[in-house]
């Protein structure tokens, strides 16, 4: 059996690739080195496990893509990511500290919670309006 990436650390790498998606349209093992600040040799390794794992597939130009699984899993994450950010930007929590908060909360907050969040984050929005 395939070892493991960590639950969070398998949210956060195919977070940043669909980002790098969005951004670049192509991504590639140094794009995500630059952008999470990890080394070569660890992008490496996490990209075989996630391989591995079925989540992102790397074609001959070594450009990584993400998978069906992986790309709900990423997109699921990405949008709490963007809600809890919102949310503590609209409480007072100044950049980048709501980004670097909303990263660590989106990890483990269970999907019920979220939900309650989103409904009272629209309701707070359409009060301000």
């Known amino acids: 059996m395939p070892s493991k990436v960590s639950h969070e650390s398998t949210e956060d790498y195919l977070e940043t690739i669909l980002i790098l998606q969005k951004r670049n349209h192509v991504v590639r093992s140094i794009d995500i080195v630059n952008e999470m ?47 809890l950010t919102k949310v503590l930007n609209a409480i007072g929590v100044e950049e980048p500290v709501a980004s670097d908060e909303a990263c660590r909360i989106e990890h483990v907050i269970d999907d019920d919670t979220y939900n309650k969040i989103n409904a009272f984050y629209e309701k707070f929005m359409k009060e301000q309006a």
């Open 37 to 83: 600040n990890f080394s070569k040799p660890s992008i490496s390794i996490a990209m075989k496990k996630l391989r591995e794992q079925g989540l992102v597939e790397m074609d001959q130009n070594g450009h990584i893509s993400l998978l069906p699984p992986g790309r709900e899993i990423a997109e699921r994450i990405y949008a709490r990511h963007e809600l």
